[in-house]
């Protein structure tokens, strides 16, 4: 470990004081090249290898063929599409599930079917097309979806069994709920075994109907969305359970579901318990709940977890391969995000992680020396790091470089891996790491893909938060050919919500291309994660609760304070610019402190809480009720006669997550107060602009501070 915290002294030195430095050449970027809808965009990502795992055998997959790989980069072709002879569109999303078969699976929005590289004979196929949901069980190859008329379905070989009558809009069965809170992502669970299905039921019969407009038709059409908003009527949420083998579907007795949550469903190895998550409204008491899968009766509540802020499970608890008698569960308790190691009966036997660090990730087990492989931020903030940690003991065993920001994928049996990572100056490499010996196999080391164009500098370091004692991490963005005499504009681009980060250790500091686009045009760009971020531990991540948008302005103000101090920053062209949470941070700051941005644009902007969501919202903000004085706070209707500077707001105008209603009613607070922002929606498009829009949107953002921020 010594060895470890010496180089990372190193990495500090070089990496916060120094500077990532690209030598200008001729070429300059569009925004086709660098905007993810660009035309160009895909040919200027760092090399890649789409890679998995068939047992402990690497494999590859390029578009119209799959094979083996070994330590040393060499391919072996085992199948081509041609071969398959299946109408399908890519063998990129192939996945080999059983580890001692030969067999490939692959599907399309038709069919998916097992493929056998060895005898060249497709073995297996399955019809998918009618599916809008699906989750399939590889021990029972049974098929769980739902048809477009709302129903729950399972084939089960040629058998096909309906679950449900009453699926609609309003009863949903089989999708994600609580709005993807909570770690949710999917409604379906298969067993270990495949012979049950655990599922989603949310009745929102009783939620309020947002008027969300379709003007494509000659005659608009009414399209309205359940949206939930905080302090209001929520849906109710109840999970059955189907077995293949009696046809018939039982329900948990976890009680009324009423002003609850219910999350991170977990199988124990013999599929006859399920472990449950469940949280208040308040979600300021957690319990895990175990039940019977076969009568769906309450066995016993073996966890519990109470806050005076809130508590939120994002991962299912993990049995240990080698032994169905212990789990692994995650918990932030004592400050982060750390393992713990649990008995089936919920007694806690030992704290398996623990420091001034957060586990990001669990990746999987290495079976033979037992061990779970986990990322971490334990060797700096802004870095993700590979790890084995030993179950007997505790004993961590870093298995990367030590640097950078890497994403590993381990075997069946947890003796290999393969990592991908990045650091500021490495686009991309992938190392095929053997966990038992931690020898490291170089597979492709990516070339700068930018190479050739006008490239501007990178920068990262630190400064203190507005209490005086927190590191804060930010990354500035300056021009090609930078000259420290002149002064520039410059753009702060902030997001700053819970969930997400700005700045990290992997390429060009996490930078996003647009700022890249924006130095390219003569900009400084400068990014700050503030208090209320992620990955930083509970009380970095609480400290903005029951108050959203203070503690984080204070922040943001800290790192104009730090601007002003940079003689080449021009303090009287300062404009501010986000999305999202972004959005309303953008527009907190211009109205909060109208002598210091001069322009903004503000995308998808959260405008008043209380017509926010019912899950996040209230997890951060309470109710309107129960927090008056903090919604009042944090809302941007009553500010809106202190705007001065150029203001664009930027909506899609069918946004599901942050709706029309926020930017509307902040227009009709500036019509009242006299104030002028500008406006522009995007008919048909979502939270976010999809595909080529998104270029258009870009280059709307970048016009704005073109118009009044140059000047």
Request: proline share 5%.
């Amino acid at each position: 470990m010594m060895k470890i915290k010496k180089s990372l002294g190193i990495l500090c030195v070089l990496g916060f004081l120094g500077t990532t430095t690209m030598i200008a050449q001729d070429r300059l970027f569009t925004l086709e090249d660098l905007n993810f809808g660009g035309t160009n965009y895909r040919k200027m990502l760092p090399r890649n290898l789409w890679l998995s795992w068939w047992g402990d055998q690497l494999m590859y997959q390029d578009a119209e063929e799959g094979g083996s790989i070994d330590a040393k980069g060499n391919r072996k072709a085992l199948f081509s599409l041609k071969d398959v002879g299946a109408d399908l569109h890519s063998a990129m999303d192939a996945t080999y599930p059983y580890p001692d078969q030969p067999l490939v699976l692959l599907s399309n929005r038709e069919q998916q079917l097992l493929y056998n590289f060895e005898t060249r004979q497709v073995e297996w196929t399955q019809p998918t097309k009618e599916a809008t949901v699906s989750e399939w069980s590889s021990a029972s190859r049974a098929l769980a979806y739902k048809k477009a008329d709302q129903q729950l379905y399972v084939l089960d070989g040629e058998k096909e069994a309906q679950l449900t009558t009453d699926g609609s809009r309003e009863i949903v069965y089989g999708e994600a709920v609580h709005r993807n809170e909570f770690g949710i992502d999917g409604g379906l669970f298969w067993s270990p075994d495949g012979q049950k299905l655990a599922f989603y039921r949310m009745d929102q019969s009783m939620v309020t109907d947002y008027p969300q407009v379709d003007i494509f038709p000659r005659e608009a059409t009414y399209e309205p969305d359940k949206y939930p908003m905080a302090g209001m009527t929520s849906h109710e949420v109840t999970v059955g359970v189907y077995d293949l083998k009696t046809q018939e579907t039982v329900y948990l007795q976890a009680g009324d579901p009423k002003d609850r949550y219910f999350t991170n469903i977990a199988w124990d190895p013999s599929g006859k318990t399920i472990y449950m998550f469940e949280l208040n409204r308040a979600q300021n008491d957690c319990r895990l709940v175990t039940y019977d899968a076969l009568t769906g009766e309450k066995k016993a509540e073996i966890y519990r977890e109470t806050s005076t802020r809130y508590v939120e499970p994002q991962h299912p608890v993990m049995f240990l391969p080698w032994d169905d008698t212990k789990f692994i569960m995650q918990s932030q308790k004592d400050g982060y995000n750390h393992l713990y190691l649990f008995d089936a009966d919920g007694r806690e036997l030992r704290q398996l992680t623990k420091g001034s660090w957060v586990v990001v990730d669990v990746l999987g087990f290495d079976k033979k020396q037992k061990r779970v492989i986990i990322a971490s931020n334990e060797q700096h903030p802004l870095q993700r790091n590979l790890y084995a940690v030993s179950i007997s003991n505790g004993r961590r065993t870093l298995l990367d470089n030590g640097r950078g920001v890497h994403y590993g994928r381990l075997s069946a049996t947890g003796r290999q891996l393969y990592d991908k990572y990045q650091e500021p100056t490495v686009p991309r490499n992938i190392d095929l790491i053997n966990v038992t010996n931690g020898k490291h196999q170089n597979l492709l080391t990516a070339t700068d893909p930018w190479e050739g164009y006008q490239q501007p500098t990178f920068e990262s370091g630190t400064i203190k938060a507005a209490d005086g004692t927190t590191n804060l991490y930010y990354r500035m963005v300056k021009p090609a050919g930078f000259d420290p005499q002149k002064k520039y504009p410059t753009v702060v681009y902030v997001y700053g919500g819970p969930h997400a980060h700005n700045v990290d250790a992997s390429w060009h500091w996490a930078s996003r291309s647009w700022e890249t686009y924006m130095a390219q045009k003569g900009y400084l760009l400068f990014i700050l994660d503030n208090r209320g971020s992620e990955n930083r531990g509970r009380d970095f991540e609480q400290a903005t609760f029951h108050q959203l948008g203070q503690v984080e302005m204070q922040d943001q103000m800290q790192g104009v304070a730090f601007l002003r101090t940079l003689p080449y920053v021009d303090m009287e062209r300062l404009g501010v610019h986000g999305w999202s949470f972004g959005g309303f941070m953008t527009i907190s700051l211009m109205l909060n402190h109208p002598d210091v941005f001069k322009v903004g644009v503000a995308g998808g902007p959260v405008i008043d809480w209380k017509w926010y969501e019912v899950m996040y919202g209230e997890r951060y903000m309470g109710t309107p009720e129960n927090n008056p004085e903090g919604y009042a706070k944090s809302s941007l209707i009553d500010k809106a006669k202190n705007l001065k500077g150029k203001l664009q707001i930027i909506t899609g105008y069918n946004d599901a997550t942050v709706v029309p209603q926020h930017c509307l009613s902040f227009l009709d607070a500036c019509v009242k107060a006299g104030t002028q922002p500008d406006f522009f929606a995007y008919p048909g498009e979502e939270h976010n602009m999809r595909g080529h829009a998104s270029v258009h949107l870009h280059e709307r953002i970048t016009q704005y501070f073109e118009d009044y921020l140059r000047k």
